[in-house]
Structures are given as C-alpha cells and as structure tokens.
C-alpha cells in the first residue's frame, strides 16, 4: 500500500534547523535543536515522538513562526517562513479559550481578527463546531464543556482559517484515556475529510503509530533526528480497540519504542 501523503509534493521542508535557548550569560545559552532536516508532504499525517528535552514543542513552535533559528531555514511550498501565518494553524495541549466568550465565539475570534463580517463567520465557525460534533453546545461557556469538548473546541478554531498546515502539539496530553481514543479518531476523520497536512507531537507511542504515515524519533540534547519509521498500516484497520491487537501495530509500536528507549538510554549514559 502507498503511504497517504508520500507521493505528494514537500509541503514543509526543514534544513539544517538549529535553535538555542538564551542563559543568563552567553556561555550559558542552550542548544535544543541542532541541524534539524524534516519533509512533511502534501496531505501527511506526520507524527514525531522523542524522551523529553529532545525539542518537540520547540519544532513546532519554530515551524509556527515563534522561533527564529540560529541557523538553517523552514520553507513552505518554497518560500522561506520568517513569521507566524495564517497558513500554518496551531492547536496546542492548553485550550486557550476565552473564557468570557461562548464556543461560537472562540471558534469564530480568529475569523473576527482577520475583519470577517459577523453571518459570515458565525456560519463558518457554526460549520466546523458540526464537523467537530460541538453543534450543539455553540452557545455554551468553556466552563460548561468537559476536557475533550474544550480540545475538540480549540481544533475547530484552528481549522476555521483553514490553514495549509496544522500543527499539533500534544493537544490531548490532558486529555482521559477514553476520550483521548476517541479524538485520536475524529482527528483521523477530520485529516480524511478536509484533506488536511498535520505535524502532530507527542510523548505516547501507541498514538504516534496510531495517527501517523511516519514517526519520526527525536534524540535529546541537542534534538536532532535519530530515526524515521513508515507505518504501513492501512487506514481501514486504525480504529480502538481492534488496532491494539493487531499484529502489524505491535510490531511497529515496539520498533519505536524500542528507537525512543534507545535516545533516553544514550542520553543517560
């Protein structure tokens, strides 16, 4: 079977990525990303794992547009990122939703931001909170929603610019055990259907295989890429709890495991 996504054009192409994290002194300044090269193709669903201090969040975040590199350049499409755009769309572990404003409002801010008339982005933004399954809770406050809701509010926002990337950072870390199976499904049918690029960070590796066409696995201080996995699982046969005991699944969830164990084992010794 044809991994989705590979046969498509490089969406995001990272060379020679290198951040540093500024000390109280010049000496003091800390690598977190060194010579960082990362492919995301055209309709990807790309998954990077890693032990902690290998730099996932600040990939992300440098992909965002929030970091500036000391070295080595992001491209989208080809030309050079310098800043943050409303072509790369972010949803983060925290919700960040207003809590003084409804759902529908959260959802329809960035459209409100951008000057879109109030019906056209009300109807937009009451759209996506369908595609999410939040219909009925647009006129409802963040307090009133569960955990998953909340996330399941934030994803909607983001995709409501419908931004050519989106990225993903561990947004269902907080998230119950039961629910977070349950989003890992929906984000699967969302990707689907919209036809979405997504760059999606995480510490679990069951939903890294779950998720993803690739995982990449981080190696720690400095982070660099130590390794790249192709799940050839066909999508059909990813659903919970069926997928936990396939023996495909096993089989490459152990690989990886085993690739993650490896860089916090090298990084202790």
């Known amino acids: 079977m044809e991994l989705s996504g590979l046969s498509s054009p490089v969406k995001i192409a990272v060379r020679g990525l290198t951040i540093d994290y500024p000390g109280a002194a010049p000496a003091e300044r800390q690598r977190v990303l060194d010579g960082v090269d990362i492919d995301l193709h055209d309709g990807e669903f790309l998954c990077v794992v890693g032990p902690s201090g290998c730099g996932k969040s600040t990939l992300i975040s440098a992909i965002a547009g929030f970091l500036t590199p000391e070295a080595g350049s992001i491209s989208l499409d080809g030309k050079r990122v310098q800043g943050p ?12 939703l207003l809590p003084w404003r409804s759902v529908l409002d959260n959802v ?53 610019s419908e931004p050519e990337i989106v990225l993903m950072d561990e947004p269902f ?19 689907s259907t ?9 510490h679990s590796v069951d939903e890294a295989v779950f998720l993803g066409d690739r995982v990449i696995v981080m190696a720690p201080h400095p982070g660099r890429v130590a390794s790249v996995v192709a799940v050839d699982i066909p999508r059909e046969r990813r659903r919970w709890p069926a997928i936990g005991s396939d023996p495909d699944f096993i089989r490459l969830r152990d690989d990886v495991l085993a690739r993650v164990r490896a860089e916090h084992g090298a990084r202790r010794q």
């Open 108 to 160: 329809a801010l960035g459209l409100k931001i951008r000057g879109m008339r109030r019906e056209e982005r009300e109807a937009k933004a009451r759209h996506f909170l369908e595609l999410v399954g939040l219909a009925d809770v647009a006129a409802k406050y963040p307090h009133q929603l569960s955990g998953g809701m909340k996330q399941r509010a934030a994803v909607a926002r983001t995709l409501t």
């Open 85 to 96: 755009g409303a072509d790369r769309g972010v949803v983060f572990q925290e919700y960040a």
């Open 194 to 202: 919209l036809g979405l690029t997504i760059l999606f960070v995480t």
């Open 173 to 191: 870390a907080a998230i119950d055990a039961q629910n977070r199976l349950i989003l890992q499904e929906e984000v699967l049918r969302l990707w």
